[in-house]
């Protein structure tokens, strides 16, 4: 089991708010484009959760959390380049 740093913690939260700030800037909004909105504000509610030390959450979860919206960042950041033409 992997601890969670609080760096990694600023990171995604960093990246989770600056991939979602780029699609929601970036129109036309079809239906992909609005649930990969969805799933980034998803994942930055679960970064936030994950952060805040007051939630009652056991590390074995904590760390699958992370995991989640670490494979979130990876697949949009694929997304991106593909849609970049850097694929």
Same mark, same amino acid.
């Given at each position: 089991m992997m601890e969670i740093s609080g760096n990694e913690i600023k990171n995604a939260e960093k990246k989770l708010?600056?991939?979602l700030g780029y699609f929601e800037a970036t129109p036309p909004h079809d239906v992909a484009t609005t649930a990969l !909105? /969805?799933?980034?504000?998803t994942s930055l509610l679960m970064v936030q959760f994950? #952060?805040?030390p007051s939630n009652a959450i056991v590390e074995t979860?904590?760390? /699958? !959390?992370? #995991?989640?919206v670490n494979e979130v960042i990876i697949n949009t950041e694929t997304c991106m380049r593909a849609e970049r033409g850097l694929l």
């Open positions: 708010s600056e991939m !909105i /969805e799933q980034l504000g994950v #952060k805040d979860d904590r760390t /699958e !959390i992370f #995991k989640a």
